[in-house]
């Protein structure tokens, strides 16, 4: 099954784990704000902590956007706990940590491994009215950067606040955007 960009997401429900204590989460829970699903393979591995904790580090920013994030894997939800308990790193995330041991979710984004069980590495911005706006996917050895989700969130956000303007590569809150016309085309 393959998501793309301006599609709803599915329905869902899950178990997550935040802020210790388990919460029942459905696709409800993600309209009305802008939302990160955060996908990664596994608990307990080796990139994914690094990605994890550079998110949780940039939480307070994405709360101050009204952004929330909900990291998923198909460990379960004890097992997130578990994690989130044993980890310095880990123990530092304040955002929802999704328990996606049937694959709902996963396959409903897209992005289970065939025959394996685990998520890729896959970021989705979701608009509030869950609607998919960006979507990143790496390589199982490349961790993403918290920071330039960060930027691609403003960036969407001023865009879904200002119709007919875009931003433009590397664009940054504050600087200057473009409005698509006619007397742009060859000129830029």
Known sequence: ?????????????????????????????????????FFYPADFTFV???ELGDVADHYDELQRLGVEVFSVS????????AWHDSSETIGKI???MVGDQ???????????????????????????QGVIQAIEITAEGIGR????????IKAAQYVAAHPGEVCPAKWKEGEA??????D????I
């Open 1 to 37: 099954m393959s998501v793309s960009i301006n599609s709803e997401i599915k329905p869902f429900k899950a178990t997550a784990f935040k802020r210790g204590e388990f919460v029942e989460i459905t696709e409800a829970d993600v309209k009305g704000k802008w939302s990160v699903f």
């Open 102 to 128: 049937t694959g709902t979710i996963t396959n409903n984004f897209g992005v289970m491994r065939e025959g394996q069980g685990l998520a890729d590495r896959a970021t989705f911005i979701i608009d509030p």
């Open 48 to 50: 994914c902590p690094t």
């Open 74 to 81: 198909t460990d379960t939800h004890f097992t997130h706990k």
């Open 177 to 182: 955007t473009l409005a698509p016309s006619l």
């Open 145 to 152: 950067d918290a920071s330039d989700l960060l930027r691609k």
């Open 184 to 187: 742009l085309v060859g000129k």
């Open 94 to 96: 304040d955002y929802f």
